[in-house]
């Protein structure tokens, strides 16, 4: 679905790319986003493949209207089970990532719409309380490594944005190993 909605924003874009470069007033752009929604396709307690969705908080740098460095924090928690057993389980991750522009659609002097190529590199770490008939008890893993590569579709409206940014994350604490992951963003840039 959400790969669907990238390529609905990438071709009436299209029909803009014959405009003048773009002009940057600064080197250095602030890029602050509200709290976010993260989609991720995870393995459920019954081994089926479900989206879950999750909250990010993020903040970006980009530099020389070419690259871009950002931080991310992801939390997750979800719950199953019934009156006499339950289990939940909170997920916490912390990425930074770095990318580089590698096609960019000019539409005015401040409004454009750009493609970056992503790396991300981080940690993450799970909490687990169980309650079994009024008893409980709480497990919490090691920090696990986590890694990916995506892509991120950003488009600039002056001082607004609005960003999808899609990848394949990897860590030992994923069910499975391997899981993809979609964030979309609402933020605002300001010039350093």
């Given at each position: 679905m959400m790969r669907i909605l990238?390529?609905?924003?990438l071709i009436p874009a299209l029909g803009f790319s014959k405009t003048a470069p773009v002009f940057t007033h600064s080197d250095y752009q602030l890029?602050?986003?509200?709290p976010t929604l993260q989609f991720r396709y995870e393995d459920s307690a019954n081994q089926s493949r479900l989206l879950k969705t999750g909250y990010s908080l993020n903040f970006a740098l980009e530099i020389?209207?070419?690259?871009?460095t950002a931080l991310e924090y992801n939390i997750q928690n979800e719950k199953t089970g019934?009156?006499?057993?339950?289990?939940?389980?909170d997920f916490s991750e912390l990425n930074l990532s770095a990318g580089?522009?590698?096609?960019r659609i000019n539409m005015t002097e401040k409004n454009q719409l750009s493609f970056f190529g992503v790396g991300y590199l981080g940690q993450n770490k799970n909490k687990i309380k169980t309650e079994l008939l009024g008893t409980s008890s709480v497990d919490e893993s090691a920090p696990e490594i986590s890694y990916g590569l995506g892509a991120l579709a950003q488009l600039?409206?002056?001082i607004f944005l609005i960003e999808i940014d899609t990848r394949m994350m990897s860590s030992r604490s994923y069910e499975p190993q391997t899981v993809s992951v979609t964030d979309l963003r609402?933020?605002?840039?300001f010039e350093l």
């Open positions: 990238f390529f609905l924003i890029n602050l986003y509200l020389q209207n070419q690259f871009i019934n009156s006499s057993l339950s289990i939940t389980r580089y522009k590698v096609f600039k409206l002056n609402v933020g605002f840039l």
